[in-house]
């Protein structure tokens, strides 16, 4: 699907894609079922690049998180892109009112992981929040022309000062690139002044191969238990969630006691096979 890229200036870049024109619902349609029926690209491209200038106009609405507006419209496209392979035309809405919610999404990730997940948050709460405080912050300044206290924006947001406090901070400290420059030559980065606290190369081979030894170790140790002392092996001693006593109890009709008995017998025999075991069973997480 050959899409104009988003090089040189952006006004440059906008003046080429409104050569495209707008499609009408009737030319939409037709192109929408050749690309669903017969996955024709050439349909394909043509629903693409006729929707690109409402890309450029969604991707303004994100233009104040201090990234390139032509990244943002990059991202925007690939999220049209998607939103096209997905369209079904039989529902009889037009493609740009459901390729906006991928647009944004696509946008709206790519600003999340440019803030960095751990200082802005994962869960929907505080990515609604991201994506609101910047707004709300906006509006209440042009309303009473200061700058409005963190009491204000969560009453007007609905969520509690404490929380309008802790994002504002994490809002105001970027991620530090370690390849951006120290000086102004250019000289040296961040990278270059830190300090290596991990294995050197050599080590760091013979505890792999070393790691990689007892994983077919274990695997072979596995393989002379029942089935049902592999299982606890493999959903309790090993799994990232493990099952409880109980659980395994209660998949094998058998009481919380006697499910331990066997994880225990189950260990012990691990432990004959690779004696190193009996010294540290936590390379059974290998």
């Known amino acids: ?25 009737d030319e939409e349609f037709r192109l929408a079922v050749r690309l669903k029926k017969y996955n024709d690209m050439e349909a394909a491209e043509k629903l693409v690049v006729s929707n690109l200038r409402f890309v450029v106009k969604i991707a303004h609405e994100y233009r ?9 419209v990059q991202e925007g496209n690939i999220g049209l892109m998607h939103a096209v392979k997905k369209f079904d035309p039989y529902r009889g809405y037009r493609l740009i009112s459901y390729a906006v919610w991928w647009i944004r999404a696509y946008i709206q990730n790519y600003i999340i992981k440019s803030w960095s997940l751990v200082k802005i948050g994962t869960t ?58 120290v000086t102004e030559d250019g000289g040296s980065t961040h990278m270059d002044y830190l300090k290596y606290e991990g294995e ?13 030894l007892v994983q077919h170790n274990i ?44 994880e225990k017998q189950a260990l012990r025999k691990l432990a004959q096979a690779i004696p190193y075991l009996g010294r540290d069973t936590k390379l059974l997480e290998a």
């Open 1 to 25: 699907m050959e899409v104009p890229a988003v090089t040189g200036t952006l006004d440059l870049y906008v003046a080429e894609i409104n050569r495209f024109s707008i499609l009408t619902a």
């Open 64 to 72: 104040n998180y201090g990234l390139k507006l032509a990244d943002l």
């Open 124 to 181: 929907q709460a505080q990515r609604k929040l991201f994506f609101k405080l910047s707004q709300a912050k906006k509006k209440l300044e042009s309303l009473s022309e200061k700058k409005p206290e963190f009491g204000e924006i969560a009453e007007t947001l609905g969520v509690s000062p404490e929380e309008i406090a802790e994002m504002d901070l994490r809002m105001s400290s970027r991620d530090l690139s370690l390849d951006a420059h």
């Open 200 to 212: 050197d190369q050599e080590t760091a081979l013979i505890r792999k191969e070393e790691m990689a």
């Open 219 to 262: 695997a072979g140790a596995l393989a002379r238990l029942s089935e049902k002392e592999s299982f606890i092996i493999r959903h309790r001693v090993m799994a990232d969630n493990p099952l409880t006593l109980q659980e395994i109890g209660d998949r094998y009709h058998v009481s919380r006691e006697r499910a331990r008995q066997i």
